[in-house]
Nanobody
Framework: QVQLVESGGGLVQAGGSLRLSCAAS????????VGWFRQPPGKEREFVAA??????????YYADSVKGRFTISRDNAKNTVYLQMNSLKPEDTAVYYC???????????????WGQGTQVTVSS
C-alpha cells in the first residue's frame, strides 16, 4: 500500500522560507510524476509544482504564482520530494498536498496517490 506523508509546514512571517517534504512508503517514486498542490482557505485546490522524469531528463513545472520563489526537487535515494518555498506571502497560506502517479497532465488533479496535507500559514 502506497502512503505519502507530508511534513515541514508551519507558521512563518511574510518573506520567510519553509521546506516541505513528501516521503513515500510502500513503493519508490522511481519515474513517477510527483506534484504539489495547495488549497487556500475557502478556495479550491490548485496546482503548485510538479517534477517529472522522462527519456529527455528531469523536468520541473510551476504555477505562475510561485515561479521564481518555489523550487521542487526529488531525492530518489531518500524516496522524498521537496518543495522549497522562499519569499513567502500571506496568499501562500494553504494546506499543501503532495501527489504521485499522474494519470493525466501534471497540473491536473488526476493523481493516484495523495498525502494527508500539511498546513502552511504565512502572517503579514
Amino acid at each position: 500500500q502506497v502512503q505519502l506523508v507530508e511534513s515541514g509546514g508551519g507558521l512563518v512571517q511574510a518573506g520567510g522560507s519553509l521546506r516541505l517534504s513528501c516521503a513515500a512508503s510502500g513503493r519508490t517514486f522511481g519515474n513517477a510524476v510527483v506534484g504539489w498542490f495547495r488549497q487556500p482557505p475557502g478556495k479550491e485546490r490548485e496546482f503548485v509544482a510538479a517534477t517529472t522524469i522522462s527519456w529527455s531528463g528531469h523536468s520541473t513545472y510551476y504555477a505562475d504564482s510561485v515561479k521564481g520563489r518555489f523550487t521542487i526537487s526529488r531525492d530518489n535515494a531518500k524516496n522524498t520530494v521537496y518543495l522549497q518555498m522562499n519569499s513567502l506571502k500571506p496568499e501562500d497560506t494553504a494546506v499543501y498536498y503532495c501527489a504521485a502517479d499522474a494519470r493525466g497532465s501534471y497540473y491536473s488533479q488526476q493523481y493516484d496517490f495523495w498525502g494527508q496535507g500539511t498546513q502552511v500559514t504565512v502572517s503579514s
